[in-house]
Nanobody, 125 residues
Framework: QVQMVESGGGLVQAGGSLRLSCAAS????????MGWFRQAPGKERQFVAF????????YYAGSAKGRFTISRDNAKNTMYLQMTSLKPEDTAVYFC??????????????????WGQGTQVIVSS
């Protein structure tokens, strides 16, 4: 299995930027497609972004499109989420997750087997 640790969260003012990182260990990193999710207080976990095993395909939730960029560095076993133009409604715990690169799930937010512990992002108005 793969283990993941997120970092890079913090407190930022509205309009600011943050870059989240997800460092993976264990199994071969390129065996997995990766995703970012978030969960705000009192709300369900929400899909944010997806990246294929080689970075060739990305997909974003509507709330992230145009403001967030997902990327990965397979040589460093690390995935990133660059977040810009942050809004107070982006406040949440952000999680990275992994699913098999051979997954047959068509929706990029489904089929994840492994999850990190999360990193808190707070956007002040």
């Amino acid at each position: 299995q793969v283990q993941m640790v997120e970092s890079g969260g913090g407190l930022v003012q509205a309009g600011g930027s943050l870059r989240l990182s997800c460092a993976a260990s264990g199994r071969t990193f390129t065996d997995y497609a990766m995703g970012w999710f978030r969960q705000a207080p009192g709300k369900e976990r929400q899909f944010v972004a997806f990246i294929s095993w080689n970075g060739g395909t990305t997909y974003y939730a509507g709330s992230a499109k145009g403001r967030f960029t997902i990327s990965r560095d397979n040589a460093k076993n690390t995935m990133y989420l660059q977040m810009t133009s942050l809004k107070p409604e982006d406040t949440a715990v952000y999680f990275c997750a992994a699913r098999s690169r051979y997954s047959t799930y068509t929706y990029p937010g489904d089929g994840y087997n492994y999850w990190g512990q999360g990193t808190q992002v707070i956007v002040s108005s």
